[in-house]
């Protein structure tokens, strides 16, 4: 009988794993085939001469190029909040804090990566009211906040594969610097920082990909369906993401659903090319501090 | 008789490196057989050919032949596929160089593995886990704990336990990875009386790292450097303290 | 030549204050939410919030029908997901270990970073008009539609931290039971399995968290009707997409009030799940988490 119910659950697993794959490619051969042929300079530039587009001497209206843009310009800020502020982080919590401070302060950082994405943006627009409450009564969503809410959302990444990476190193390895007559910053800098810079790296981009690919932060921190490029970094801004959730509900004619098809695959191969280096990257870090143990 | 283990010509390599190789070794039934060798020289690794454990590991090739002849029951080599993997280590029974118990209670470390492997339920379970705790002798020091976790036994508790939980099984052959490596003086003694009087049931080839214990075990001690049998001895090359010093000098 | 160093107290403060930033976040979070929610405390304007009926022409300002959408949904999302999720790691950690547990392990990272966007978008496509025929009655955006897009997004999450902890657990378990006659699968059940149980619930709930915060999903597929969710075909509105649709087009005051009750409801909720984490299985934040966060493992979008 146990037998009966061991080869049943064996056809079951099998069945997910199987399941599971052709969900995946079933989803990717979906997207690639009603989306392929749209990728054209058109998508991007619509009726506009490309190299005025990308100079910004014209604006494009038909294209995705200022959605392109808004994703790359917010993933820009975001990043260059968030990485100084992550990196550092996880070298303080893998290099400096007591078990005590490690286990307390990773807990805030918990905190914050389970924070829903929407509460992040929830937060970022009650900030804006705060602000018009008190100092500034004209203040609005924009890039700039933006990018400090999605900063926060991105926090979390960077700061637990940085601690992770340097955490990860041999006590063996740990030991050459203070051996050698490092300080501990110098033996950080020189040592321990060199050798956890892929992984660190991988987080990265694991970060920006996550960045690029949100939504829930940027429906309620400024993001619009037509806007242009942005002028400066308080200015309302278009991106990719919710330009696909915009086509979805809102298309109104069977050429811009096609955009729709197109527009999710350039992000869908955006995050996967981030995704692959990230996986390589992390791939070779982890084989070169893997420790297996045998009986 | 005839051997119940016929080892031929085997060779097991890790990523393409020859661990073992060119072995050729029987085993009789009624008898204890005890391996020796410096550390690294494969004798975990021969151990493990024997219930095709290896496989486990990644890049692990074996060649060569292993026969097992089990009374009235099996006759073959167990890497022609002849029989079953689970059937074949339920046979050959073995206990780790370190205890290996399972995150359960005491009671569970026994029963559940005649549950799941040999179907056994009610008191027939009951009766013959008190049998195998009574045989190591760990039924006393466990009798009033046996819903408590493994892990909370001491070293050498977990040992026993371990070889308690083969012996439920029963096995017609028993690999032991130095069983005794993490007792003290007296518990070991104990598993050695128990290994003598097993002896007459099973076919047993078990590990050692120490040349008294050896000498009051071994009926045939072979042993094994840098993967190859290098030499085997019998009781009489034991007799004497001496000699027998001397002969394991000269091999190691 | 000497080389002038940045004083090691300077280098350790700064480094500190970086790691300060996360926790003054979460916490100013935490009591911006809760200042733009005290309005609520004087009058009715609890009970008001905390009805069934959300009719903003009425004055209802209710939004009891969205925590039953966002419990609905992510209950049934975990538990879709949650079984194949377990099966796919007893596939790829004892069953089959070739090419094919390779493959299905490479496409279960590269799942965690396809764009949600992409699922809710596919969904709308492939997935509502099946539903719709099947429900005859109805859009197909409904409760089902959305868990059983949601259930393949929180997949992977699930299947890579149970995966994570099962490697963790010590090798000669499965040497051991192996050498007792287990076969794989019987490995997995009685030994392996049990042994884990802990990371394994601990997986189950981070699934929930990531299932109940989720917007987008809900927001593409569930219809967003504010209705209480009676069938598996019903349209309703979940707490996340409640607080995109409502700061998106309303401004009456009351109606954002219901939004800053919404919002702190759902961090509560996550935190709550947090708590239960660490409280099920603490070595889940600080090693199984490591490996799978970096597959975004708590994103909830
Ligand atoms: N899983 C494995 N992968 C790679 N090499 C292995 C593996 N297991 C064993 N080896 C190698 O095979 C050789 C023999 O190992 P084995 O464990 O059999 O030695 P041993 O004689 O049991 O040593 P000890 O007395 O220390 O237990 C060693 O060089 C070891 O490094
Ligand atoms: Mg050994």
Redesign the interface.
Same mark, same amino acid.
């Given at each position: 009988m146990?037998r009966i119910s =061991?080869r049943i659950? +064996?056809g079951? #697993?099998?069945?997910?794993?199987i399941?599971?794959?052709m969900? +995946?490619t079933g989803?990717l051969l979906?997207?690639i085939f009603h989306g392929i042929r749209q990728i054209t300079p058109a998508l991007f530039f619509g009726d506009t001469p490309w190299l005025k587009a990308i100079t910004g001497q014209s604006p494009v209206f038909d294209g995705i190029w200022p959605a392109v843009t808004g994703t790359v310009l917010l993933v820009f800020l975001s990043s260059a909040i968030a990485v100084?502020?992550?990196v550092?982080?996880g070298?303080?919590?893998a290099a400096?804090?007591s078990s005590r401070q490690r286990a307390f302060?990773?807990?805030?950082? =918990?905190?914050?990566?389970?924070?829903?994405?929407? +509460?992040?943006? !929830?937060?970022g627009? #009650?900030?804006i009211?705060?602000l018009r409450k008190t100092v500034n009564p004209t203040a609005q969503t924009g890039l700039f906040l933006a990018a400090v809410c999605i900063a926060?959302?991105i926090?979390?990444?960077l700061?637990? #594969?940085s /601690?992770?990476a340097i955490a990860g190193i041999s006590t063996h390895l740990r030991l050459i610097g203070p051996a050698a007559g490092f300080?501990?910053? /110098?033996n950080i800098r020189h040592v321990l920082l060199p050798l956890a810079s892929r992984g660190i790296l991988?987080?990265i981009i !694991?970060a920006v990909?996550?960045a690029?690919?949100? #939504?829930?932060v940027i429906?309620?921190t400024g993001v619009v369906a037509q806007t242009g490029i942005p002028r400066n970094i308080w200015d309302k801004f278009e991106a990719l993401?919710f330009r696909?959730?915009y086509?979805?509900?809102e298309h109104r004619n069977a050429t811009e659903l096609e955009q729709?098809f197109a527009v999710?695959l350039v992000?869908?191969f955006l995050?996967?090319f !981030?995704?692959a280096i990230?996986?390589l990257l992390?791939r070779y870090a982890e084989n070169r501090w893997r420790i297996r143990?045998? /009986? | 008789m005839e051997p119940a283990v016929v080892i031929s010509n085997l060779e097991v390599l890790f990523f393409g490196k020859a661990v073992l190789k060119d072995i050729h070794l029987s085993l009789w039934p009624g008898r204890i057989t005890v391996l020796v060798g410096p550390s690294g020289s494969g004798k975990s690794t021969l151990l493990r050919a024997i219930n095709r454990l290896n496989e486990f590991f990644p890049d692990c090739q074996t060649r060569g032949s292993v026969s097992l002849h089990l009374q009235n029951q099996y006759h073959g080599d167990i890497y022609q596929n002849t029989i079953p993997l689970s059937d074949l280590r339920r046979r050959v029974g073995m206990v780790f160089q370190t205890p290996a118990v399972l995150p359960f209670s005491i009671e569970k470390n026994i029963t559940m593995p005649l549950q799941v492997t040999v179907g056994l339920t009610g008191s027939a379970l009951t009766e013959r886990m008190t049998r195998a705790l009574q045989e190591v002798a760990l039924w006393d020091e466990v009798k009033d704990r046996l819903k408590s976790s493994a892990n909370t036994l001491s070293g050498g508790q977990q040992q026993r336990l371990c070889l308690a939980r083969v012996l439920a099984l029963e096995p017609q052959i028993l690999l032991l990875d130095e069983p005794t490596a993490s007792l003290d003086y007296k518990s070991a003694a104990r598993i050695e009386s128990l290994l003598l009087n097993l002896k007459e049931r099973y076919t047993i080839l078990a590990i050692s790292h120490s040349l008294s214990q050896t000498r009051r075990i071994a009926d045939r001690v072979c042993v094994l450097r840098q993967g190859q049998l290098i030499q085997e001895m019998d009781r009489n090359d034991m007799a004497d303290i001496r000699t027998f010093q001397g002969l394991m000098e000269a091999a190691f | 030549m000497l080389k002038i160093n940045p004083p090691e107290k300077w280098i350790e403060t700064g480094l500190f204050m970086a790691a300060v930033v996360s926790a003054v976040a979460i916490v100013s979070i935490l009591l911006l939410l809760i200042y733009f929610c005290l309005p609520l405390f004087s009058g009715n304007g609890l009970s008001r919030v905390f009805s069934w009926r959300w009719q903003p022409i009425d004055g209802q300002f209710g939004i009891l029908p969205m925590c039953a959408g966002s419990l609905a949904l992510s209950i049934l999302a975990l538990g879709i997901a949650f079984p194949p999720a377990i099966g796919i790691c007893t596939l790829v950690h004892v069953l089959s270990r070739g090419v094919f547990a390779r493959i299905v392990l490479i496409l279960t990272h590269f799942m965690t970073g396809i764009p949600t966007v992409i699922y809710g978008f596919v969904s709308v496509f492939v997935l509502v008009p099946r539903i719709r025929s099947l429900s005859e009655a109805g859009t197909g955006f409904s409760l089902l539609t959305a868990a059983i897009t949601l259930a393949i997004l929180i997949l992977p999450t699930i299947v890579l931290v149970c995966y994570t902890r099962l490697e963790q657990l010590d090798p000669v378990l499965r040497l051991a039971s192996a050498a007792m006659g287990f076969t794989p699968i019987q490995q997995m059940r009685h030994v392996l399995m049990p042994a884990a149980t802990k990371g394994v619930a601990a997986a189950a709930i981070l699934g929930l968290g990531r299932a109940m915060g989720d917007t987008l999903i809900s927001l593409m597929l569930a219809g967003n009707a504010a209705q209480f969710p009676g069938s598996l075909f019903t349209s309703f509105r979940s707490l996340t997409a409640h607080i995109g649709l409502v700061v998106a087009t309303d401004s009456q005051s009351l109606a954002y009030q219901s939004v800053f009750a919404a919002g702190l409801v759902l961090f509560l909720l996550v935190a709550a799940l947090n708590l239960i984490i660490r409280k099920t299985d603490n070595r889940i934040t600080a090693n199984a988490f490591l490996r799978v966060q970096e597959t975004r493992h708590e994103q909830n979008f």
């Open positions: 146990n =061991d659950l +064996v079951l #697993t099998w069945l997910s794993g399941g599971m794959c969900v +995946v989803l979906f997207l100084p502020v992550g550092a982080s070298i303080y919590l400096y804090a302060w990773g807990s805030m950082v =918990d905190l914050l990566s389970g924070t829903p994405s929407i +509460v992040m943006g !929830l937060f627009f #009650t900030m009211l705060f926060l959302l926090l979390p990444y700061i637990r #594969t /601690q992770a300080s501990k910053w /110098q991988s987080g !694991l990909g996550r690029s690919e949100d #939504t829930a429906l309620l993401p696909i959730y086509l979805a509900a729709g999710a992000l869908l995050t996967g !981030l995704f990230a996986f992390n143990r045998y /009986q | - | -």
